[in-house]
């Protein structure tokens, strides 16, 4: 079950910025930190941001994540085509006592 | 590099339990302080995390899975494994094994996922 809400698409063209958001509660992201996931076409998802805002060794910095009270954001500056892909949060949640994921959002690249 | 990779059947009958082993390669499973996780994915649908486990066997579920999961590890064997009892058609899906790093600092909890497995593809289908 997911209770993460997120948009289920969003799109830009090349070189544009696209935000994604994330909707929680005081129990999940208004309490812990959050973490994005980049999902490609047919594979497994990778790491994008953890801990709100740092990202793995290996991300490009085009990707950004920010949080603020129970909501968070995924930004993706300098769109590019190899960013099409679906783009889940995730966080802890305290009340459930269980890791709980985003509805996921589609990026689509015009 | 610490590398994740699931087995197991890739079809199961209704009303059996689904059983799959994570083998964790470039490390040993014990080492950190790191959780094994396992993490589903119905077709076309979101991720649904469904529980992990430390080395020591202390063991946390999603409560919506919680009376038919069981998850166990093997550290002889750097595996760990998931047993989903009485499946349905409900629990097809591509299940992925995971590393996740927790901990607890001023920001809150801090939980993320890397590495992943590649995922295998469960089918439950009389």
């Known amino acids: ?110 | 590099q610490v590398q994740l990779q699931e087995s197991g059947p890739g079809l199961v009958k209704p009303s059996q339990t689904l059983s799959l082993t994570c083998t964790v390669s470039g490390g040993s499973i014990s080492s950190g302080t790191y959780y094994w996780s396992w993490i589903r994915q119905p077709a076309g649908k979101g991720l649904e995390w469904i529980g992990r486990i430390y080395t020591s066997g202390s063991t946390n579920y999603n409560p919506s899975l919680k009376s038919r999961v069981t998850i166990s590890v093997d550290t002889s064997k750097n595996q760990f494994s998931l047993k989903l009892s009485s499946v349905t058609a409900a629990d097809t899906a591509v299940y992925y094994c995971a590393r996740a790093t927790y901990y607890y600092d001023s920001s809150g909890w801090v939980h993320w996922f890397d590495p992943w497995g590649q995922g295998t593809l469960v089918t439950v289908s009389s």
């Open chain 1, 1 to 110: 079950q997911s209770v993460l809400t997120q948009p289920p698409s969003a799109s830009g063209t090349p070189g544009q910025r696209v935000t994604i958001s994330c909707s929680g509660s005081s129990s999940d992201i208004g309490s812990n930190t959050v973490n994005w996931y980049q999902q490609l076409p047919g594979t497994a998802p990778k790491l994008l941001i953890y801990s709100n805002n740092q990202r793995p060794s290996g991300v490009p910095d085009r990707f950004s994540g920010s949080k603020s009270g129970t909501s968070a954001s995924l930004a993706i500056s300098g769109l590019q085509s190899e960013d099409e892909a679906d783009y889940y949060c995730a966080a802890w949640e305290d009340s459930l006592n269980a890791h709980v994921f985003g509805t996921g959002t589609k990026v689509t690249v015009l």
